[in-house]
């Protein structure tokens, strides 16, 4: 069983940066699609961001040029650098591994494991 555990949520105001990191229980990272998923009430949740072992990107079209996945396959670690943030960018945040090496874009199907998220909150 793998084990996501996200950090680096919380408040900041429009404009502001935070970094979301997701630590795996096993070197997962390394082996699989990971993803960034964010969800608010009442909304079904959309893929972010993702990256595939071999490093390819994929973004939301809401976040290019804002955002940043990337991850540390030696510390078994995803990042999400969240930059000029919006109000409209807070949500739920997960992290996701995928039971593949690919992603399929941003899509959320395939995707095995789940952290419990952190929340991001934007003010204006």
């Known amino acids: 069983q793998v084990q996501l555990v996200e950090s680096g949520g919380g408040p900041v105001q429009t404009g502001g940066s935070l970094r979301l990191s997701c630590a795996a229980s096993?070197?997962?990272?390394?082996?699989?699609?990971m993803g960034w998923f964010r969800q608010t009430p009442g909304k079904e949740r959309e893929g972010v961001a993702t990256i595939s072992t071999n490093g390819y990107a994929s973004y939301h079209d809401s976040v290019k040029g804002r955002f940043t996945i990337s991850k540390d396959n030696a510390k078994n670690t995803l990042y999400l650098q969240m930059n000029s943030l919006k109000p409209e960018d807070t949500a739920m945040y997960y992290c996701?591994?995928?039971?593949?090496?690919?992603?399929?874009?941003?899509?959320?199907?395939?995707?095995?494991?789940w952290g419990q998220g952190t929340q991001v909150t934007v003010s204006s």
């Open positions: 996701a591994a995928r039971a593949s090496w690919a992603c399929a874009g941003i899509a959320k199907d395939g995707y095995r494991y």
């Open positions: 096993r070197s997962t990272i390394s082996g699989s699609c």
